[in-house]
């Protein structure tokens, strides 16, 4: 896992009220200004609710293609 994309969802989620939705972490990472590589990595986690942040860090997908990909749709 690239540890400098994970830093950066950690730290964008620090203060995050778990559990919440695939869309909460969404919003929430938005509202704190996060940068655009936060945002891809968050939106491509599979929909679901998450309870706290390992479930978060089990379900971020950090593979260059996957963010890669989803910074064309």
Same mark, same amino acid.
């Given at each position: #896992?690239?540890?400098? *994309?994970? +830093? *950066?969802?950690?730290? +964008?989620?620090?203060?995050?009220?778990? %559990? *919440?939705?695939?869309?909460?972490? !969404?919003?929430?990472?938005?509202?704190?200004? +996060?940068?655009?590589? =936060?945002? @891809?990595?968050? $939106? +491509?986690? %599979? !929909?679901?609710?998450? $309870?706290?942040?390992?479930?978060? @860090?089990?379900?971020?997908?950090?593979? %260059?293609? =996957?963010?890669? =990909? #989803?910074?064309? $749709?």
């Amino acid at each position: #896992m690239d540890s400098s *994309g994970w +830093a *950066g969802v950690a730290a +964008a989620l620090e203060d995050f009220d778990f %559990p *919440g939705n695939k869309q909460d972490l !969404v919003n929430h990472v938005r509202q704190r200004q +996060a940068d655009d590589q =936060t945002v @891809r990595l968050i $939106r +491509a986690m %599979p !929909v679901g609710v998450y $309870r706290n942040i390992s479930e978060v @860090r089990s379900s971020v997908r950090l593979d %260059p293609q =996957t963010t890669a =990909t #989803m910074t064309l $749709r």
